[in-house]
């Protein structure tokens, strides 16, 4: 067999069913042998921004990777701000670019570029199949690397030659690579700060903001008095009801200085440090005190489960049920808010749901509001690459079968990074309700630009501004073949966000705010 | 004076006048300058490769550099693929990523990435200015880099504190990089060639295409007997009535190698030896045959015309007249085919219409019947990464000052690529009509897939056919606030072009073929 045949044997043997691609000439084997072996989805997004995203989305909910399918080093190029996004995010994605042959390499036709160099910005493993022989094997590897814990984005490499060549073999999957030890030191350590009483913060990120540790969490904080925040940069947090009803640390860095401010030791469960999204004039980088003490009970490859258990257990501490979150709120009326923006969310959403959130600036109240919704995974941008709020809800929808709401809720300014993703929602019938969050600007940069000390300027504006001429959301999802309607008041959009989710495909609401 | 006044400042003493951008909060002191610093034409892009492309349109036809402003390394990343496209296609643009302060960087916050890795594999020039005190001699550096004869991507990062601190100072204008000195050897070697008299082909690329040139190689090939024919890869061709009827190289591997048979000496004039764009099993990478003599007339980065001229002297060539295109075609009727659409438009076209061609597949055969056309310059996708054809039209238009017609040739695939380059069509009102080829497939790749020897299943189908569901163009246009209108016949869509003409702002047609 070809090493194409050999890729799509090997990639099946480790367990890797679903393909989302955007093919070229390079990779005409490889598409080829998806024709010839049954067994693999593979599902087109029309860039590739839209085709690595869904992989990140994907992965977040099946907590299995998907392959990707890009073409040489510009289609990797298209498709890197949400492999940076899915870097950040920990989630595994087999990454398979096409390439030049080897041989054709030299000659530096149009499309060759540095795929290898590229590749190493946003992976955390890269490997080149020069051989025919060697991309069964490769692709085991490849399979291994993303799934090692939490998870990762492998690049496999393909030149063209090693796909069409004879010679592949197809490879058995390799081992798992599991969470990493745990450090028992790091279990006494903290048992130890938290007994002694101090202002103690519990910070939780990566997979320690998923339901099991949230409990865990909630066990040890209640026996000794210490906080719980889930880390600002988190991809993906389980909540509603059954859930702890957790806050992150605020966005804004005067507002995390001072959530941060009383704490005389932050241990952190797979959370880095908390830092500023950016720097700011005369500010600090780092939001904790400086007398506060840092203590790592799990890294993000170590498994934050264990470590709060074998903390819980070192604590004495005992059963602690969690909090109710009150009476589910009602749909709201009248003009959309934020706050009724969630009410309403939480009022309606399925059992289940999956929350996509690329909401920006006008989603940072959701949170109290909606922890009495019914369960559900609220999934954020962790790489701060504006863009992935559509294929990620587009991806997660495909990682739950089909079978989940996926709702997403998106700014308009990012929306039109990745606005492609409508069409595979079409193509594929997928169970996603996106409600875009009109305001025609980049509210976020009006606020940052205001931080520099000065009220936007013409000039200014037209950079930060989306109106004129005003995005018409329903014609463009319409022109992607999604059903989509605008609404101007609370009412109108609890009436569209039910009708969406008694039916099975995609729908848009444009919610003019 | 902060560094980012210096930036703007030392821009525009450099002659840098028009910025596409499209920021985020790293940039913010950046925007603020451009507010308080008057004369910077600052236009807005809605993703980063749109922004990228514009650029490198813009360079096209004005032949100076426009600025971008990117945001981090994933903004760059967003861009990389048109900046791959100028790259090759030897554009000159002064391409500014603002990034995370120097001091934060450390701290690996979310968007934190290896800008600068990234930014080298599409650039010519890389500097990251870490001090306001260098921002502006650095920002004149990146202007003369950026203009270095033919052109090239000079890529600034801007770390927000150099971008903050005060210390900046205005730089003066550097002195220009021209080309490269022309090699007496190469012009006596190309002599003796033609001289010799056997089957010999010039081949001109770059600015080898322009009109000048093009009327020096005619008098050289008119004194020697040879044939003249444009590279495949070319990213600006004059053309038209005043013009030499050029046919490029093939696309197609066999039919370049057919066309290429017959030479012994291949005259290279700011062309690279021909290879093909991919390799394919049991095909050469070479399009030349094997006993053909290649001969460096002019390397890219020395003058064409200076090295023509100096040719047609050393053979002492008389001026010779170029052939007459015969007369203008009239308009087509009927079902569109690529034939009629070419007629068509040489119909229909103004003087100095400017057109941007990512027709990929179904434009192939558009030459021959637009060489009666008034004159106008045809722009090609010279680095192979799809989505250049609208963002190129949009920074074309403005490389004109709004005063040409610019006519995008787009088929539907690539369009999807960078579809909101319609959006900064409508806000600036651009003189761009696109004509959008709705095949509702990759037909390119069905070509190539064939090409592996089969006819594409149903799971190969699914990732080349852009049907189910069916973009609708006219829906997606005026979601972006630009006039559109559907034509199934040559008729409509001569009515619509007309139409699109005489008006002021852009316009679409879906022409379904």
């Given at each position: 067999m070809n090493g194409a045949k050999s890729l799509v044997n090997s990639l099946l043997q480790s367990g890797v069913d679903t393909c989302f691609a955007n093919p070229g000439t390079s990779e005409m084997h490889f598409v080829a042998a998806l024709d010839q072996v049954p067994g693999m989805r593979c599902v087109l997004g029309l860039q590739e921004n839209i085709v690595t995203g869904m992989a990140d989305g994907y992965f977040r909910i099946a907590r299995k990777p998907a392959a990707t399918l890009l073409h040489c080093g510009p289609g990797l190029a298209n498709g890197m701000a949400n492999l940076h996004n899915a870097r950040r995010a920990r989630s595994g994605i087999v990454n398979i670019v096409g390439d030049q042959a080897t041989y054709h390499r030299p000659f530096d036709a149009p499309l060759t570029a540095d795929t290898d160099a590229m590749a190493r910005t946003v992976s955390s493993w890269v490997r080149t199949s020069t051989r025919a022989q060697d991309v069964g094997g490769d692709a085991a590897a490849a399979v291994q690397a993303a799934n090692a814990f939490p998870g990762q984005v492998a690049t496999l490499i393909l030149p063209s030659d090693a796909s069409w060549n004879e010679g592949g073999a197809v490879a058995a999957a390799l081992p798992a690579i599991g969470p990493a030890p745990l450090d028992p030191h790091a279990v006494d350590n903290a048992a130890r700060v938290l007994r002694g009483g101090k202002n103690a913060l519990i910070l939780l990120a990566g997979r320690g903001v998923l339901g099991a540790s949230q409990a865990l969490a909630w066990r040890v904080a209640q026996a000794c008095g210490a906080d719980i925040r889930a880390d600002?940069?988190?991809?993906?947090v389980a909540r509603g009801r059954g859930t702890l009803q957790l806050e992150r640390v605020p966005y804004g860095t005067d507002q995390a200085i001072a959530a941060l401010a009383r704490y005389d030791h932050i241990i952190l469960v797979c959370a880095k440090p908390p830092v500023g999204f950016f720097a700011y004039p005369?500010?600090?980088?780092?939001?904790?005190?400086?007398h506060a003490q840092l203590h790592v009970l799990a890294r993000p490859d170590q498994d934050p489960e264990a470590a709060l258990l074998a903390l819980a257990e070192s604590l004495g501490a005992p059963e602690a049920p969690l909090p109710d979150p009150g009476p589910r709120p009602e749909a709201a009326s009248g003009a959309p808010t934020p706050e009724g923006l969630a009410r309403t969310l939480a009022a309606l959403m399925p059992e289940q749901a999956i929350v996509s959130d690329e909401s920006i600036s006008y989603g940072r109240g959701f949170y109290p509001h909606t922890h009495a919704a019914p369960m559900h995974d609220w999934l954020h941008l962790a790489g701060g690459a504006i863009g992935d709020g559509m294929p990620v809800a587009t991806g997660a929808a495909l990682g739950a079968g089909g079978k989940r709401r996926v709702i997403n809720l998106q700014a308009d300014g990012s929306a039109m990074y990745s606005l492609q993703s409508l069409w595979t929602q079409g193509r594929e019938r997928l169970p996603v309700t996106t409600i875009i969050l009109n305001n025609r600007k980049y509210n976020i940069l009006i606020g940052e630009y205001q931080g520099v000390g000065a009220t936007p300027g013409p000039t200014a504006m037209s950079m930060l501004d989306l109106g004129n001429p005003d995005l018409k959301w329903v014609s463009i999802a319409d022109g992607m073949g999604v059903e989509a309607a605008r609404a101007t008041t609370m009412e109108q959009c609890a009436d569209l966000m039910a009708r969406s989710f008694r039916t099975d495909g995609p729908f848009l609401i444009e919610l003019m705010i």
């Open positions: 600002y940069v988190t991809a993906h005369g500010k600090p980088s780092t939001q904790y005190p400086a």
